[in-house]
């Protein structure tokens, strides 16, 4: 164990070759980031959660036929991934107004949006991840028209699926982030998701409450992150890895 070559460092995530050529192993950190790194904490089992959150997330997605890099989850800590080229873009997708947009826009946060927006944020630490259109990436080479109708027709297609995964345990999807990759199986190429699904990447609310259950909690002091992680791993009915793999789906929260 541990011998194996690391390939890239993240700030919550390390990449080390897989088992075979085209394969990676993903190793989730506890390290929670936000703001550009600039707030920093180590959560512990923060990691394992995610890890396993992802892994539920994924593994649907990959049955519905929403393609992905995920194979599948090896431990508590670390997945087997395909190894894509990734495509330097956050994809965002809102459906209720927060955040970012809530600020810039100056829409009231919890407003519903009258209808799903996608965003491009280019992925460069240094710069704060600005957020670019269709045109920057497209003239700059990061992506091209024909990607980019994939990405978005991936995106749409996830966040129609989660909204409805997180609705059936009385969460509202207020808004997520997905990355995209290439990739390459012999001559032909195809966009998959890659990178993570998570309460880090996504921001998730209780129906009833609007309590924060997502990575919120952490980048505004809103209480303790590692519960709100942990709820929604239950309300997944998957937070108890000793009982039986959850084969009866979420549990519907009244
Ligand atoms: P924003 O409102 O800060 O732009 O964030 C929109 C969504 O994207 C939210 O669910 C959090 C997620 N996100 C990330 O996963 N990584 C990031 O670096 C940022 C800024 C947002
Ligand atoms: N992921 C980014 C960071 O670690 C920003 C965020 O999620 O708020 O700084």
Redesign the pocket.
């Known amino acids: 164990m541990n011998r194996r070559r690391r390939i890239y460092e993240g700030k919550a995530k390390i990449l080390y070759e897989g088992p075979e050529p085209g394969t990676l192993i993903a190793h989730f950190k506890d390290d929670a980031t936000a703001f550009d790194g600039k707030k920093h904490e180590i959560i512990d089992g923060k990691g394992v959660l995610n890890n396993r959150i992802s892994d539920y997330i994924f593994t649907n997605l990959n049955k519905i036929g929403i393609p992905t890099h995920f194979i599948k989850r090896l431990n508590m800590r670390e997945q087997l991934i395909r190894e894509v080229e990734v495509i330097p873009l ?1 994809v ?1 997708v ?1 459906n209720v107004a ?4 809530s600020k810039r826009l100056g829409i009231e946060e919890g407003t519903q949006l009258p209808r799903s927006i996608i965003e491009f ?1 280019y992925k460069n630490d240094a710069l704060g ?1 600005p957020m670019v259109s269709e045109e920057h990436v497209t003239a700059f080479g990061w992506s091209n028209p024909q990607e980019m109708d994939d990405i978005m027709a991936l995106a749409i297609r996830v966040n129609d699926f989660l909204s409805g995964l997180f609705l059936s345990v009385g969460i509202r999807l ?4 997905i990355e995209c990759g290439r990739l390459w199986e012999n001559d032909t190429m195809r966009i998959v998701i890659a990178d993570e699904i998570s309460p ?4 998730l609310w209780d129906i009833e409450t609007d309590e924060k259950l ?2 919120d909690v952490f980048r505004h002091d809103l209480g303790n992150m590692l519960n709100a992680y942990q709820e929604v791993a239950r309300r997944l009915g998957i937070l108890n890895e000793t009982q039986e793999r959850s084969t009866s789906g979420p549990t519907l929260v009244k």
């Not at 207020?174 to 982030?177: G, R, T």
């Not at 880090?200 to 921001?203: A, G, H, I, P």
Request: aromatic letters at 10%; one cysteine or more; charged letters at 45%.
């Open positions: 956050e965002v809102r927060a955040g970012s947009i944020y991840d207020v808004d997520f982030k880090d990447s996504c921001r997502d990575k």
